[in-house]
């Protein structure tokens, strides 16, 4: 009895797992002669009936339009290359170096000065500092 039931589940179990080989005829493939056209469907009028405006062209001039840009000839880059050497040198005399190192100490103010290759740019560094705070 076990043995014919081992049989049994045996051959399910092979039944089952093997491939079955259907065949599957070749459809033919009709290849119309002229395409369908459908017509589309022509959207309706629009309810209301807009009327164009007029548009009244008297308040152009040119002077409005296409002004003389006089910005450029006020600016003179001779003029403000001295200035912005005079502010630079004005926050530099506020901070002395003694306030500096005790600012920001003496290690950060010699590592400053050999980053940035002097004594008055560590100071100007010690400036900028200050005027953000």
Known sequence: MKSLSLLMILTLVFSGCSRRHTVVPPQAT???????????????PP?????????????????????EDTSLAKKDPVIKAPIATQ??????????KEECISMIGEDKFNR???MLGSEASSIKRCAMLKAMK
């Open 30 to 44: 009709v290849t119309p002669i002229a395409p369908v056209l459908t017509p589309k469907a022509v959207p309706r």
């Open 47 to 67: 309810y209301k009936k807009h009327k164009m405006k007029t548009v009244q062209n008297t308040n152009y001039t040119d002077a409005y339009m296409y002004p």
């Open 87 to 96: 502010t630079a040198t004005t926050v530099t005399n506020t901070v002395s």
């Open 112 to 114: 400053y000065t050999q």
